[in-house]
Nanobody, 123 residues
Framework: QLQLVESGGGLVQAGGSLRLSCAASSGTLDYYAITWFRQAPGKEREGVSCISSSGSSTNYADSVKGRFTTSRDNAKNTVYLQMNSLKPEDTAVYYC????????????????WGKGTLVTVSS
């Protein structure tokens, strides 16, 4: 059973940066593609980025392309989301999720979820 724990959320001003981490407290991330999702109040959960199990492939939602970067360190059993040039509309709870399939940003493709970390961007 894979258990995921997100960290690194907080309050930041517009234009600032945060780095989120997704660590496996149980199990190993090596065989999973990892997707970052976010959900703002009253909105559907949105797939933000995905990184393949090897780290060789990534993809991003248009809304974050050029500002967010996902990476992974399998030796540390951790995946990261570097968020730069943050905007108030990036405010949301951010979740990481794991899929045993290929990289995907669809909720239905995920096998395991973390509990989320809140990111608040002030204007």
């Amino acid at each position: 059973q894979l258990q995921l724990v997100e960290s690194g959320g907080g309050l930041v001003q517009a234009g600032g940066s945060l780095r989120l981490s997704c660590a496996a407290s149980s199990g190993t991330l090596d065989y999973y593609a990892i997707t970052w999702f976010r959900q703002a109040p009253g909105k559907e959960r949105e797939g933000v980025s995905c990184i393949s199990s090897s780290g060789s492939s990534t993809n991003y939602a248009d809304s974050v392309k050029g500002r967010f970067t996902t990476s992974r360190d399998n030796a540390k059993n951790t995946v990261y989301l570097q968020m730069n040039s943050l905007k108030p509309e990036d405010t949301a709870v951010y979740y990481c999720a794991a899929t045993s399939y290929h990289c995907s940003r669809y909720v239905s493709m995920m096998n395991y979820w973390g509990k989320g970390t809140l990111v608040t961007v002030s204007s």
